[in-house]
């Protein structure tokens, strides 16, 4: 073979190696994507209630809630909001019962500084559903616990941003919920609750308070 006929041959395999390499990794991101899409929408089948029951008295005041992810927060350096809060139209604690929006796993359970009384519960497809600033747990309720979703799991109150165990009344009365799930290299991310609390808003606990 000629000398410059072999370097052509040579350019030749190497330039369609890299582009067999090109192909390879878009689709690698494809699946990633695909994956992140779908950890998503599983969740979705996950998810039974609104985390609030309503009261069977139908006079009574309730709640409400706007779009505050990734809104800048302050308390504890900044950074941003990492879920959503439902505000009590009665500003009162231990008034709401908070409830399992999913079946699930208890994971967490107990104090932190800025979420307060809190409750994490692991769904099936892999979501942790963070309920914070409990005014008081359910009774018995403790870590490890399969819970079914509607199940109560406390009340809403205004318990955190303290480093004092019990601290509350910082702010008003809510409940904060965040959603987050592990990426593909396995990190933990925030994802948006409000898509999720809105497609479960008319899917209602009742009870009397
Ligand atoms: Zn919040």
């Known amino acids: 073979m000629k000398r410059s006929r ?9 330039i369609n190696m890299w582009m067999a390499f090109g192909v390879l990794m878009l689709t690698c991101n494809l699946n990633r994507g695909n994956n992140r899409f779908k950890d998503e929408y599983n969740l979705l089948k996950d998810i039974k209630y609104f985390p609030v029951a309503k009261s069977t008295d139908k006079d009574s005041k309730y709640v409400y809630y706007t779009n505050s992810w990734g809104d800048k927060r302050l308390y504890g350096g900044e950074r941003t909001h990492e ?3 439902i505000m009590a139209e009665d500003n009162i604690r231990g008034k709401y019962p908070v409830v399992s ?28 559903f963070y309920y914070a600033h409990l005014y008081s747990y359910a009774d018995g309720i403790s870590e490890g616990d399969k819970v ?26 809510h409940l904060h919920v965040g959603i987050y799930i592990n990426d593909d290299d396995g990190n933990e991310k925030s994802i948006n609750p409000y898509p999720y609390l809105k497609f479960a808003e008319n899917k209602l606990i009742k009870c009397h308070y």
């Open 101 to 128: 929006m999913t079946d699930g796993v208890v994971e967490n359970i107990g104090w932190l500084e800025l979420g307060g009384y809190r409750i994490g519960i692991r769904s099936r497809h892999g979501g942790y």
């Open 148 to 173: 079914k979703a509607g199940k109560i799991l406390g009340y809403m109150g205004d318990t955190g941003y303290g480093k004092e165990e019990g601290t509350y009344g910082m702010f008003d009365v």
């Open 6 to 14: 072999k370097w052509f041959v040579f350019i030749f395999v190497i």
């Open 83 to 85: 879920g959503i809060d």
